[in-house]
């Protein structure tokens, strides 16, 4: 069974929330900010529960379109949440940038192999590169774009290893079972030692993640009261602390 569907049979065979109960389903590069915002919004609301679930964007939208009990959707890029307004799936007046991120290919530690641009990845001592699906997962299609930008798509897809999110990337190059990877700058500080960036990659329009507020969401106050608490100073200083910068 996928990840992602196990995932929504749990929500969706979670038991009704209570009113002091939110779903936040965000893209696994929040992982560590969202739990930490999470934390603080719970002790700000003494009563109120966030359950989070992290995936990639792409998933998360599909779990949503599949009636998985969401209250709040943060995805890592506009194009999966403007599939999400168009859907129906979130309520648009609701829709907030929070946080800017930055592209990066990372490599183990211990690598010998010099990387300093995209052309190096054509190298053919690289024979592995994590890159998450261009389907549904934002960070693969930033990838995907940038690689075939600089015209290098067709001489690097051979060598990809195809990921269900960016933190499984992470995970591939941190494990050294690939020579390189690309993940967000924050996924590369959330392993310090553990990975080593080698050049961040240029993206045209930026890297940037919105939030909105589930139509189907019986809790829509409380959902807009988070996204709030996400775009406060508090929230904005937790999302620093995790290397996003201000939206």
């Not at 529960?49 to 992290?54: A, E, G, Q, V, Y």
């Not at 599939?83 to 183990?108: E, M």
């Not at 940037?208 to 996400?230: C, D, I, K, M, N």
Request: charged content about 15%; proline content about 6%; hydrophobic content about 45%.
């Amino acid at each position: 069974m996928t990840s992602w569907i196990a995932a929504f049979l749990l929500l969706a065979a979670a038991p009704v929330a209570s009113a002091s109960e939110l779903t936040v389903s965000a893209a696994s590069s929040l992982t560590e900010s969202f739990r930490d915002i999470a934390t603080a919004y719970q002790k700000a609301h003494p009563g109120t529960r966030i359950d989070l679930n992290f995936a990639a964007s792409g998933v998360l939208l599909q779990q949503i379109a599949r009636g998985a009990p969401v209250d709040v959707l943060a995805s890592a890029d506009e194009a999966t949440m403007d599939q999400a307004v168009k859907g129906g799936h979130v309520d648009p007046a609701t829709r907030r940038v929070f946080a800017r991120n930055a592209l990066w290919v990372i490599v183990p530690p211990d690598t010998r192999r010099p990387l300093t641009s995209l052309q190096s990845l054509a190298q053919p001592e690289v024979t592995r590169v994590a890159i998450g699906n261009p389907d549904s997962v934002p960070v693969g299609r930033y990838a995907h774009a940038a690689l075939q930008s600089a015209a290098l798509w067709t001489a690097v897809q051979r060598k990809t290893i195809t990921t269900q999110n960016v933190r499984q990337s992470l995970d591939y190059v941190a494990r050294g079972e690939v020579d390189a990877g690309f993940v967000y700058a924050t996924d590369a500080q959330a392993m310090p030692g553990r990975v080593k960036r080698a050049f961040q990659v240029p993206v045209s329009a930026g890297i940037t993640y919105p939030l909105a507020v589930a139509s189907h969401s019986g809790r829509a106050s409380e959902a807009q009261r988070f996204v709030a608490f996400v775009q406060s100073a508090a929230g904005q200083a937790i999302l620093r602390r995790h290397g996003f910068s201000a939206p």
